[in-house]
């Protein structure tokens, strides 16, 4: 996984009026567990909201009374109206203890049923995985270049090292779907075939 940085503030209240204050001054309240104890402290709203909202997924390094510790997001709170983030819960990591993250779902190549008018799907942007966080890849990468119009791609047709995908084998995670361009162009060539059909009798 990618690595980011992030600096943090201890807590002294955890009340409700407390979150409140923090979140007006544009801090996001947040607790830090796994390491044996619960760190609560709060971060920039525009630090975290940087890394929350991009594709990637990171190991966070949160500076957090002059120590650095390694995290992974584990759950984010979102204000239902106007989206911001208004708490945050980040696992630490533990040597040798597996941690569960979503990585970012990519394709590569070019599916043949794209360039025949049909539309790729991707049903999911992240997959849940666990597995060692310095052994974790950065994303998941699935090859679409031998998919055609109704082809499909499952969890077990991905290869993930170092790490348990965390969805049934049968999940379905990218398809070419028929369009109706897609159609009325077999619509039009089924017709010129029994159009020439026609001809061809007649004559």
């Known amino acids: 996984m990618k690595i980011a940085s992030l600096s943090g503030s201890p807590r002294e209240s955890v009340g409700k009026k407390d979150a409140t204050q923090l979140r007006n ?7 830090m567990y796994g390491g044996g ?7 920039s709203e525009l ?5 929350i909202v991009n594709p990637d997924v990171f190991q966070i390094q949160l500076e957090l009374n002059g120590k650095t510790h390694d995290c992974v997001v584990q759950d984010v709170q979102f204000h239902p109206v106007t989206d911001r983030i208004v708490h945050l819960d980040l696992l630490q990591i533990v040597d040798g203890k597996p941690v569960r993250v979503e990585l970012p779902l990519r394709t590569t190549g070019t599916a043949p049923g794209v360039i025949n008018g049909g539309r790729l799907q991707m049903l999911f942007r992240r997959v849940a995985v666990r597995g060692i966080a310095s052994a ?3 994303e ?6 031998e ?3 109704g082809d499909s791609a499952r969890v077990r047709d991905i290869d993930v090292p170092n790490c348990e995908v965390l969805l049934n084998e ?10 109706r361009a897609a159609m009325s162009a077999d619509s039009l060539t089924e017709d010129d075939s029994e ?6 009798s007649a004559n």
């Open 37 to 43: 104890s619960q760190e609560h402290f709060s971060v």
């Open 147 to 149: 998919l055609n119009i």
């Open 140 to 145: 998941i990468v699935i090859d679409v270049s």
């Open 170 to 179: 049968a999940t379905l995670l990218v398809a070419v779907k028929r369009t």
């Open 47 to 51: 630090e975290i909201t940087k890394l």
């Open 136 to 138: 974790l890849p950065e």
């Open 195 to 200: 159009d020439s059909a026609s001809a061809e």
């Open 25 to 31: 001054s544009y801090r996001v309240p947040g607790v």
